[in-house]
């Protein structure tokens, strides 16, 4: 399994890399033509606003399921600054309260975890991630009318994805419980009507 985790971490970054430069030229684009002439409507603005979006959701996709060297960190400035932007516009906030350097691995589980809560919040909410002096990190999400569906997140503890899950809008329920495994790291999680807490 470590082969495959490996090989999908792989895969994300080639897709990222070769992603975020055209992304990045065609954002440039949008603000040199908004600069230099009076095409400054409602057109250009959603054009500017769904490549800002993509970009945002490029830059998390990277860190989530890019690969992750056994000794690289990221930066909380990197990390806040993708979660700020992927949450712009979005019903969904994002609080980062660690503070220091983060192991990369342990940033991709915790991006993969965002994934699976954004799942559960159809209706917009709050996810607050912190350390604890132990070490372990805890994520909260908390938002009104949460679909916290137990099939998809019963088994993740255990280390086993939810069996009827095989589907593009899941495969962060698939992938998480073979990263973790491949990591060492284990997953304690307290499901309730308006919540969810997971600790790794």
């Not at 600069?35 to 490549?51: A, F, H, N, W």
């Amino acid at each position: 399994m470590t082969g495959a985790v490996d090989l999908a971490a792989l895969v994300g970054s080639r897709l990222c890399h070769d992603l975020i430069s055209p992304l990045g030229a065609i954002s440039n684009g949008v603000e040199l033509i908004s600069m230099s002439s009076r095409l400054d409507g409602p057109e250009m603005q959603l054009i500017g606003e769904s490549v800002g979006a993509a970009n945002a959701r490029l830059r998390f996709f990277r860190i989530a399921f890019g690969d992750a060297a056994a000794d690289a960190m990221i930066g909380p400035g990197e990390i806040t600054s993708t979660l700020a932007a992927v949450s712009e516009g979005s019903r969904l906030s994002y609080s980062w309260a660690a503070e220091g350097e983060v192991r990369r691995r342990e940033a991709k589980v915790i991006f993969l975890l965002l994934q699976c809560l954004e799942t559960a919040m159809p209706f917009g909410g709050e996810v607050s991630v912190d350390r604890c002096e132990t070490g372990r990190w805890r994520l909260q999400a908390e938002g009104r009318h949460m679909r916290i569906d137990p099939d998809l997140w019963q088994g993740l503890p255990e280390g086993q994805p939810p069996r009827d899950a095989q589907t593009p809008a899941m495969v962060q329920f698939v992938l998480l419980p073979s990263v973790m495994a491949c990591y060492e790291l284990s997953l304690d999680l307290q499901l309730c009507d308006d919540r969810i807490i997971a600790r790794v």
